[in-house]
């Protein structure tokens, strides 16, 4: 078995390589090594680094892989999953998504409308609270994909901007 | 803590409550639950299609389907909740917080019905209901308020010239608000229009009234309320004060009592105000009169909750009260069954939501694969889910409360820090290493709590890396890449307690 991927544990990439058995894994992150070895049974992982076994809880649902380590629970989320939301990313997307699962209130904007940075684009509600998506810079509308009154899923394409 | 306030009528004969429906879900239905199976009371539980087999409606005596998940459709639904209680033959009706707690309409429902609202009379709780009406009243009644308009047409033109004569900053509240919702701060006048429009639309979403006026924002206070109790003999005491200083999107998440920052002549004269504003409108049962505490030291009335409040659990750790109980009892018509009440050591409260603080505490919705419920000497964990619970987007983010004690502040701080490490949830992302991170801020040690205290300490917070997450990004891979074996059929899932790993001193992390 070999792996390369990048994963995102809550929200901070990692590049993961590994090679090998579960018995006896040679693995890098961000190219650091890291040898470890492993147990499965369901969900209760056994790991043992640097001699020390640590157990872990490990489950995968289709949003993420949850890892229980240390007495902390980490959201764990392949690189390229959109649905990750781009939280760590930095970089600016034309694609613009909802960040949470809920309805649309309100469209503010119209196809072809010029934005600046901040102007509210969708206004979503979620669990009784309200949340504003703004334009990340300038730019212009290019699709809006939604209307409002419409059921969303978190990392859904909300419209399409295109920056100036 | 007892003034009698003398009433003209006495209060008719009311009967002794014998079976009790729960107008509500989650931590709250399964605590009030819990208080009617210590009194030997029956107890009916009420669940929407959402919520069918999570804890409240599987711990009940008995538990009715109300309609689809909307809240509207079920929690929200009058004519549903009375039939429910019709056909379990119920004679009482707890509404929790939220949903219909504050609703007079409901509470006066609920009498006609022939049954016993365990709550306040619905005059009073119309009375505090509308905020505006409410601050006139306090007035009246000698309880300092926030200097604030009456209610305006939402027009932002009207809102400048308000604010123009309060001065910047304000804040847009509900005139039939609470919680946080429906309300905004506006420190400039060009977001003024943006703000006036989005409180008044929340306004209406959460309440069904777009109502919204203006107040005069103080900055940095402290928020400290008044636990009231009454019964309908006269009777009305307070139990001191709860500090809930720490709040993200006006909403708590940290709660205390006593409150750090109020000394033995404040409490006389904060808890004094408390008493003479649940007086002035008639209350019944228990209550909370909350103000915000000036850095000068001069308290202001910020609005009554006609209900029993969230944080509730750290005024029964300082009294030896069971507030359910004592709820019940005085809405079957008993007398107060406490007399001086004196406050002993000190109490935490953390709200576990379902929410991410490193993005904007943006609501979280998921599975609830595996949970790990903390425990021990003085911890209370009063919560709503348990394996299996699906947190959706219909309902609000609170998953549980935990609550500790100790014999000092910092004995109850420490102590919530341990409980908050066994807290464990695989499969929803929450806010419990932004919660452990707000316990070990210099800032909060020290007591120096105020409402902006996350927004100046927790700016821009993201959970630290560790050395473990180079481990948890490898398993992950490994977990994506190939699906895990399982012994013989489904395995079970494992207790979450094996994965805590060994106590690092002071640290959650």
Known sequence: MSIRKTILVDGLPHLVEAHGRDAALAARVDD?????????????????????????????????????????????????????????????????????????????????????????LVVLEAMKMETIVSAEGAASVKEVSVVAGAAIESGQVLLVLEFT | ???????????????????????????IAVRVIRTCRAMGLPSVAVYSEADAGEPHARLADQAIAIGPAPARESYLAVEKLLAAAAASGADAVHPGYGFLAENARFAAAVQDAGLTFIGPPPSAIAAMGDKVAARALMERAGVPVVPATSVLAPDPALFAAAAAELGFPVVIKAAAGGGGKGMRIVRRADELAEAVAGAAREAAAAFGDGRIYLERYLERPRHVEVQVFADTHGTVVHLGERECSIQRRHQKIVEESPSPAVGPELRAAMTAAGVRAAAAVGYVGAGTVEFLLDPDGRFYFLEMNTRLQVEHPVTEWVTGLDLVREQILVAGGAPLSFGAVAVRGHAIECRLYSEDPARGFLPATGTVHV????????????????????????????????????????????????ALRETIVLGVVTNRDY????????????????????????????????????????????????????????????SPWESLGAWRPGTVR
């Open chain 2, 1 to 27: 803590m007892r003034d009698s306030t003398p009433r003209a009528t006495p209060a008719p004969p009311v009967p002794p409550v014998r079976k009790v429906l729960i107008a509500n879900r989650g931590e």
């Open chain 2, 435 to 494: 919660l452990a991170a707000v316990l070990e801020h210099p800032a909060f040690i020290a007591g120096a709590t105020h409402t902006e205290f996350l927004a100046e300490h927790f700016a821009g917070w993201t959970a630290p890396a560790g050395p473990e997450h180079g481990i948890a990004a490898v398993l992950a891979a490994l977990a994506l890449v190939r699906p895990t074996p399982r012994r013989g059929g489904a395995a079970p899932l494992p």
């Open chain 1, 32 to 120: 650091a090594p890291l040898a470890l070895a492993l147990v499965r049974d369901g969900a209760a992982w056994r790991v043992t680094v640097d001699g020390r076994t640590i157990a872990a809880t490990v489950v995968r649902d289709r949003d993420a892989v949850w890892v229980a380590l240390g007495g902390v629970v980490h959201r764990c989320v392949a690189g390229d999953d959109t649905r990750s939301g781009g939280a760590a990313s930095g970089v600016r997307s034309p694609r613009v998504t909802a960040p949470m699962p809920g309805k649309v209130l309100a469209v503010r904007v119209e196809v072809g409308q010029r934005v600046a940075a901040g102007d509210p």
């Open chain 2, 371 to 418: 949970l790990g419920e903390p425990s021990g000497a003085w911890v209370r964990f009063d919560s709503g889910i348990a394996a299996g619970s699906r947190v959706g987007v219909d309902y609000d983010p609170l998953l549980a409360k935990l609550s500790t004690y100790g014999a000092t502040r910092e004995e109850a701080r420490t102590r919530m820090l341990a």
